[in-house]
Structures are given as structure tokens and as C-alpha cells.
């Protein structure tokens, strides 16, 4: 009898502690996040032009129709490097590249004001801060720049509407936050269990997912499906330091392909658009070396392809592994053009291969090319021979692939074809896919928002992204010390805390 009236007691309790903490609705973390951009756009109401922070979250992202940029002056210019956000004081972008018509690339610092007058208002004009600064980014052409460099407008050239890119934009500076503070949230998000942890950051990162399809949809609309593809896989494979020349590169392939008869010639193309062959061939190469085999095919394709030469400059090596180096990751890429099928082998995969543990071997299988005679068994161009061969694509850049780029283009693409299964098995596989390889911005984030107490292992990769994702919608719009930070009355309001 006892026994029973304990088991009893025991699963009233159970359900009473369920009914204190309801279940977390469906639309519940995009809800929180309208609410938050709502209020960003109430303080921005006031002004007649768009937040200044706005005009640089599109300038990072380069949210725009690359190839139509032209200046006030009605030069083209290309963005071969955006530059590095700097939150200090300065020009808004150091260390961009860009090229002018038909100019040679040129390095400096880029500025951004919403109005041309700016530049003396700012004092920008006696500044020696601002002597690097070779181009004015404007919102707006209402009068000529004060700056005396070549002057760009914003508003000519965003990739869609205003209002959409108001929805879009990114937040705020990236901190770097002291391992020894929390966050304000860390205490409320301790109280949820791990189900309802695990919810919220699936949440998170559907709305993550679905971003980035949206990306993939808008560069569709201006080059079809398998070069927005193409320059989502290059952009992946550049890195965080590379990001952008890779995309360069990417948008140079339609003519780069364009009677490429084999892999050596497509890798020549690549390696040398990129500035990575010598402008003379050595002396010492020998008939069959690498290099010189290389050189026999792109002498006859430089004069071509000069005009959209990379400087070598634009490139960042600085602490990558020899496996991550840029003329590594090309080789790969040659590969899959060479093969004449990618997407196609991409959507036989998608099609075919059944969701479950088994489906990160099958993309990666499906994406690792054959040994290569020279990148199977050399780290760089004329770098010595290994002992053994090496894969030219690992498990972990696999899943970055998938996560990033190759789930949310079929999601995108099933999307626009209205083929609801398909984006449903699109985002299946996304939410189940394996946990991805860890870093420093993910340690400290679970440090600072979930304790650094490993109170909830993160099981999937979505689940990182979806932390992520909260990084980047909330931590980044405050600072180290959560000032005026909503997330944490939100997560207590849902849990009746």
C-alpha cells in the first residue's frame, strides 16, 4: 500500500512540476526576435536615413549586386576584399582591396557615412587616421564627397529592398567577452532542463538555417541556382580569413571554365587568377614537375584573364594549417569542375542517401575527388612529397559544407519550386546532423550563456549553430557587461521565473 501511495505521490509531483514550466511554443524564439528588432527600429525611427550600423552590416556581408558597383563618377569597381570591421577609432573597414575599371588592385581602408558632408563633419578631412582610406561608401548621392576619393552609393545597389534588409541586418561588434563574467542569462537559462534548452536553440537554429537559404535564393534570382551553389561551396572553403577572395574567385568561374579542357588546366586557371604561379617559371623546373606542367597551360590563358588577376596581397596565410592553405582548397574545387557533375552528384546524395548516422560518410564520400597526382601527396606547389597521401577534404569542412551551404541551397531551391517534402527532408537532416568540430567563439559562448558548467552538451551541429545564432542575435547588440540586453527577461518570462 505504501509502495503505491509513493508511486502515486511521485508521479503527482512529476505532472504538477510539468504544468509550472509549459512546454515552449512553436514560433517562440522567432517571436522573441521580431520583438527585438522592433525595438531596434523604434529607435531608429526618428531618422530619415537608415542606421549608420546598417550601412556597415551590408558593407561586411557585401549584401549587394557585386558586379554593378560602380562609383559616383561612374567608374566599376570590384570588391575583391571588403576589409576587416574595425571597432575602434578609424576608417569603419581596414585592409580592403578593391579594383578601379581597369586598374591595378589597390589596398587601403574604406569609410562609411550615411551622408557625403560627413567627411568633414566626422573631421575625417585633418585626420591621419583616415589618409588610407580609398573609398567614400555613402548611403546616399546627394552631393559630392568631401573626401576627394572615389565615392560609392549604397542605395543603388543593395541586393533587395530596404525594408527586407532592415529584417536581414547584423547586429553590432563582435567583443570579445572576459572568460570570467557570465551573462546576465546564464542564471535563467540554468533553470530550464535540458529538453527545453535543446528546444531553444533548435529554434535558434532554424532561424539561422532559413537566413541562409534566403541568401542563396536572392544571389539565384541574379545567377541561377548552380553558381549561387558554387559560390557558397568557395566562400566555405576560404575560411574566415579567406572568405572573400574565394568569392571573387567563384565569380570569375563561368569564364574561368569556359574551354577548360582537363583538371590541370582548370587547376592552372585557378591557382593562377588567383596570383599563386610565379610571374616567370624558375629557371631550375624540369620537363614533369608540377609547377612547369602548370605553366605549360596558363601561359597561353594569362594575357586572358589579366584584367581580373588577384594580387597575391589579397590572400591572409597567417596561421593556417598547411591542409587549410588556399591553393589546397582550389585543387579540391578544380576537382569538382572538372567532374562536370557536382550538383548533380549533390542531389543524387540528397535524394538517395537515408537520413541517419551514416550521412555525413555518404557527403563525404560523395565529395572526396580521387588522388590527386600532385595535391594527394604535396601540401603546396612545390613543397616536398609526403609519405603518405592525404585526403584533400576532412569530415569537419564536410559538415561546414552541409550546415552552411549545401542544406540550406536544396531548402532554398525546394522552397522556390514549392516542393514542401523536399524542404522538409532538407531540414531533417539539418537538425539531426552530427555535432561539428568545436572553437574558441563556441567555448566561450557556452561558457558565458550556459554557465561553462557543461550542463547541456551540445549533441547536434544545429544546436551549435542555433547557439550561435542567439550570439548573434542578442549578445552581439550588448556588450561584455549585457547592458540592455533582453534575452534574459525572455527566457525568464517563458518559464514563469
Same mark, same amino acid.
Given at each position: 500500500m505504501y509502495v503505491c501511495l509513493n508511486a502515486f505521490l511521485t508521479l503527482a509531483l512529476a505532472g504538477l512540476k510539468s504544468l509550472a514550466v509549459p512546454a515552449?511554443?512553436?514560433? @517562440?524564439?522567432?517571436?522573441?526576435? +521580431?520583438?527585438?528588432?522592433? =525595438?531596434?527600429? *523604434?529607435?531608429?525611427? #526618428?531618422?530619415?536615413?537608415? &542606421?549608420?550600423?546598417?550601412?556597415?552590416?551590408?558593407?561586411?556581408?557585401?549584401?549587394?549586386?557585386?558586379?554593378?558597383?560602380?562609383t559616383l563618377d561612374g567608374q566599376p569597381v570590384r570588391v575583391l576584399h571588403p576589409g576587416f570591421w574595425n571597432h575602434g577609432a578609424g576608417p569603419d573597414f581596414r585592409g580592403a582591396v578593391l579594383q578601379f575599371a581597369h586598374e591595378e588592385p589597390r589596398s587601403g581602408d574604406v569609410e562609411i557615412d550615411l551622408l557625403p558632408q560627413n567627411w568633414e563633419a566626422h573631421h575625417h578631412l585633418d585626420n591621419p587616421d583616415f589618409a588610407?582610406?580609398?573609398?567614400?561608401? @555613402?548611403?546616399?548621392?546627394?552631393? +559630392?564627397?568631401?573626401?576627394? =576619393?572615389?565615392? *560609392?552609393?549604397?542605395? #543603388?545597389?543593395?541586393?533587395? &529592398?530596404?525594408?527586407?534588409?532592415?529584417?536581414?541586418?547584423?547586429?553590432?561588434?563582435?567583443?570579445?567577452?572576459?572568460?570570467?563574467?557570465?551573462?546576465?542569462?546564464?542564471?535563467?537559462?540554468?533553470?530550464?532542463?535540458?529538453?527545453?534548452?535543446e528546444e531553444l536553440l533548435r529554434q535558434a537554429a532554424l532561424v539561422r538555417f532559413q537566413r541562409k537559404a534566403r541568401e542563396f535564393e536572392t544571389r539565384a534570382?541574379?545567377?541561377?541556382?548552380?553558381?549561387?551553389?558554387?559560390?557558397?561551396?568557395f566562400r566555405a572553403l576560404g575560411y574566415k580569413q579567406n572568405v572573400w577572395a574565394m568569392q571573387r574567385v567563384a565569380e570569375l568561374l563561368p569564364s574561368l571554365r569556359d574551354g577548360a579542357g582537363s583538371l590541370l588546366a582548370l587547376q592552372a586557371r585557378l591557382l593562377g587568377v588567383s596570383g599563386f604561379l610565379p610571374e616567370d617559371l624558375p629557371p631550375a623546373s624540369q620537363p614533369g614537375d608540377y609547377l612547369?606542367?602548370?605553366?605549360?597551360?596558363?601561359?597561353?590563358?594569362?594575357?586572358?584573364?589579366?584584367?581580373?588577376?588577384?594580387?597575391?596581397?589579397?590572400?591572409?596565410?597567417?596561421?593556417?594549417?598547411?591542409?587549410?592553405?588556399?591553393?589546397?582548397?582550389?585543387?579540391?574545387?578544380?576537382?569538382?569542375?572538372?567532374?562536370?557533375?557536382?550538383?548533380?552528384?549533390?542531389e543524387r546524395w540528397f535524394t538517395t542517401a537515408p537520413p541517419g548516422p551514416s550521412t555525413e560518410a555518404s557527403l563525404l564520400a560523395c565529395l572526396q575527388p580521387a588522388l590527386d597526382d600532385h595535391w594527394s601527396w604535396h601540401w603546396g606547389i612545390d613543397s616536398a612529397r609526403q609519405r603518405r597521401p592525404q585526403p584533400l577534404l576532412g569530415e569537419s569542412r564536410a559538415t561546414d559544407l552541409a550546415i552552411n551551404i549545401i542544406l540550406p541551397w536544396f531548402w532554398a531551391r525546394a522552397r522556390a519550386g514549392k516542393n514542401d517534402a523536399l524542404a522538409a527532408a532538407a531540414e531533417e537532416r539539418y537538425l539531426a546532423w552530427p555535432v561539428a568540430q568545436d572553437n574558441s567563439l563556441l567555448r566561450l559562448a557556452r561558457h558565458r550563456l550556459l554557465g561553462g558548467q557543461g550542463a547541456i552538451r551540445l549533441k547536434t551541429a544545429s544546436s551549435q549553430q542555433g547557439l550561435l545564432q542567439i550570439i548573434h542575435d542578442f549578445c552581439d547588440q550588448s556588450n561584455s557587461l549585457c547592458a540592455d540586453c533582453t534575452f534574459p527577461d525572455l527566457v525568464r518570462s517563458c518559464c514563469g521565473l
Open positions: 515552449l511554443r512553436p514560433d @517562440l524564439y522567432a517571436q522573441w526576435r +521580431a520583438q527585438q528588432e522592433a =525595438r531596434s527600429l *523604434l529607435r531608429e525611427r #526618428d531618422s530619415p536615413h537608415p &542606421p549608420e550600423r546598417l550601412l556597415q552590416s551590408v558593407w561586411h556581408h557585401q549584401r549587394l549586386r557585386r558586379d554593378e558597383l560602380r588610407g582610406v580609398i573609398l567614400h561608401v @555613402l548611403w546616399t548621392a546627394g552631393a +559630392a564627397s568631401a573626401s576627394g =576619393r572615389p565615392a *560609392l552609393a549604397l542605395c #543603388d545597389f543593395l541586393d533587395v &529592398p530596404l525594408a527586407e534588409m532592415h529584417s536581414w541586418a547584423a547586429s553590432g561588434a563582435s567583443e570579445s567577452w572576459p572568460e570570467s563574467l557570465r551573462g546576465a542569462c546564464s542564471a535563467p537559462l540554468s533553470q530550464l532542463d535540458a529538453g527545453r534548452t534570382r541574379h545567377a541561377g541556382w548552380d553558381q549561387a551553389l558554387w559560390e557558397g561551396m612547369r606542367v602548370l605553366w605549360d597551360h596558363w601561359w597561353r590563358d594569362r594575357d586572358h584573364f589579366r584584367a581580373v588577376l588577384l594580387p597575391k596581397s589579397l590572400w591572409r596565410m597567417h596561421g593556417l594549417r598547411p591542409a587549410n592553405k588556399p591553393q589546397r582548397r582550389l585543387a579540391l574545387a578544380s576537382h569538382w569542375l572538372a567532374s562536370g557533375d557536382c550538383p548533380a552528384k549533390l
